[in-house]
């Protein structure tokens, strides 16, 4: 079992940066796939960003303005947000897989999920 905890999350005027973080415990965190969702209100949770067997990936809308990164001595992933925009709004969960071979976008192959930290940016 994994526990994921995020922080990180506030409200922010548009431009600014944020680093969310997510805390894991529970397994052995370098053997996991690890990614990062939103989900804005009324919308789908969609990717954001996932790091994977040394790769990393990101959703088109991101790529450029985020970054992620994860710390495996501390058990801990970051989302590094720079230039943010009102449509980065929504709540932002971590995801792990134990399977490194784990589609990197895709929702449901990610086993484990934090509670979310919630970003909104203001124009």
């Known amino acids: 079992q994994v526990q994921l905890v995020e922080s990180g999350g506030g409200a922010v005027q548009a431009g600014v940066s944020l680093r969310l973080s997510c805390a894991a415990s529970g397994r052995t965190f370098i053997t996991y796939a690890m990614g990062w969702f939103r989900q804005a209100p009324g919308k789908e949770r969609e990717f954001v960003a996932s790091w994977s067997g040394g790769f990393t990936y990101y959703a088109d809308n991101v790529k450029g303005r985020f970054t992620i990164s994860r710390d495996n001595a501390k058990n801990t992933m970051y989302l590094q947000m720079n230039s943010l925009k009102p449509e980065d709004t929504a709540v932002y969960y971590c995801?792990?897989?134990?399977?490194?071979?784990?589609?990197?976008?895709?929702?449901?192959?990610?086993?484990?999920w934090g509670q979310g930290t919630g970003v909104t940016v203001s124009s």
């Open positions: 995801a792990a897989s134990p399977n490194l071979n784990t589609p990197p976008r895709v929702r449901g192959a990610y086993n484990y």
